[in-house]
């Protein structure tokens, strides 16, 4: 039996709980409340003075948090809604290389760090065409790309991809080059990996190795290991975060290959082509994009190269593209308009 005083403080123990805490809270609220950060959704320079950085949601930048390197002067930081606007006191280089540090906050308080790369802005980006490449590549014919200079400008920054900017496997940034119309450029997706392979950027008779040209600029993927044979995407861009220029969609499956990723049988693939249809860098004949869409590598090999017509033409579909005889490939030159006829 409890001790008569000890059942007596029971009482006024629970009035002085309920009194000391006030108001009970309503937990509800406490739930809906705001309690994930601002989701960090990329960087961008507009102009050689400005660098924006943009969320999912309206924030703020976390003073003395935010750094450049290598190092750019800044001179002030606003907030635009979804957006930090970096003001700087110098011109970005073009093409470099920026990494940025910063920690931004939304309304309730709840905060991000992110760690980004961005790129120096180019003001004169040339109009470049994916124009002819290999992805069946032999011994002595890795594969290869070729870009075709349909206006002037500078290269610095431009970025190829394997598969699209935000769906690769491979990538390439290529070094400034002033480059006029009818220039060429080869990405040696494949090097052996020696000294003569050299990345031109003023002379275009200076690099050796496999398919080397003395009449385009020959760049090298480094540690690149080829594209792939069958079923892939490349596209070209302004930079590696920038807006596309230029892509293509190669592929020997159909809508039936696959019972997944929409008869592509990958879903990184699938994820680029759809990144290119959306971005208006490809066609596709329905609502979705299709192998199909693709053009077919098939009768393509180390010296039937995949090619557009000699006036590079483009309208963004299939037919752009035919395979050239054996031995008709032109990396560095105009193409052949010739077509291969199997036997």
Same mark, same amino acid.
């Given at each position: 039996m409890a001790h008569p005083r000890r059942r007596a403080a029971i009482p006024a123990l629970l009035l002085t709980l309920v009194a000391g805490c006030g108001p009970i809270p309503d937990y509800r609220l406490l739930a809906e409340a705001d309690r994930a950060p601002p989701v960090f959704l990329g960087a961008e320079s507009p102009d050689r003075r400005t660098i924006v950085l943009t969320f999912d949601e309206a924030v703020h930048a976390v003073e003395g948090t935010l750094s450049i390197a290598p190092q750019l002067p800044i001179e002030g930081v606003s907030s635009e809604g979804t957006r930090i606007v970096v003001a700087l006191a110098a011109d970005q280089a073009v093409g470099r290389q920026y990494t940025i540090e910063a920690a931004a906050e939304d309304r309730s308080r709840n905060s991000i760090t992110l760690l980004c790369h961005l790129y120096g802005f180019n003001p004169d980006v040339p109009r470049v065409l994916i124009n002819e490449f290999t992805t069946r590549?032999? +011994?002595?014919?890795? +594969?290869?790309? &070729? !870009?075709?200079?349909?206006?002037?400008? *500078? %290269?610095?920054? !431009?970025c190829i991809f394997e598969g699209s900017r935000d769906h690769w496997q491979e990538r390439f940034i290529l070094p400034a080059i002033l480059v006029k119309e009818g220039d060429y450029l080869l990405v040696h997706w494949k090097p052996q990996g020696i000294p003569a392979e050299v990345n031109e950027t003023a002379v275009t008779s200076l690099s050796g190795g496999y398919d080397a040209s003395a009449t385009a600029y020959d760049l090298w993927v480094s540690g690149g290991d080829g594209l792939g044979g069958n079923n892939g995407v490349l596209?070209?861009?302004?930079?590696? %975060?920038?807006?596309? !220029? +230029?892509?293509?969609?190669?592929? *020997?499956?159909?809508?039936?290959?696959? %019972?997944?990723?929409?008869?592509?049988?990958?879903?990184?693939?699938?994820?680029?082509?759809?990144?290119?249809? &959306? &971005? /208006?860098?490809?066609?596709?004949?329905?609502?979705?994009? /299709?192998?199909?869409?693709?053009? *077919?590598?098939?009768?393509s090999t180390a010296t039937r190269s995949i090619c557009r017509s000699s006036r590079s033409g483009d309208t963004d579909i299939a037919a752009d593209w035919h395979v050239v005889p054996t031995k008709g490939s032109t990396f560095g030159g105009a193409n052949l308009d010739e077509v291969y006829l199997p036997p």
């Open positions: 590549g032999a +011994d002595a014919h890795p +594969d290869l790309v &070729e !870009l075709f200079v349909a206006g002037s400008g *500078n %290269t610095a920054g !431009l596209a070209l861009y302004a930079s590696p %975060t920038g807006r596309l !220029l +230029d892509a293509v969609l190669y592929s *020997n499956r159909t809508s039936a290959s696959d %019972t997944t990723y929409d008869g592509f049988g990958s879903r990184e693939v699938l994820l680029a082509a759809t990144q290119i249809v &959306e &971005e /208006a860098g490809w066609r596709c004949a329905g609502a979705r994009v /299709a192998p199909e869409d693709a053009v *077919n590598p098939d009768p």
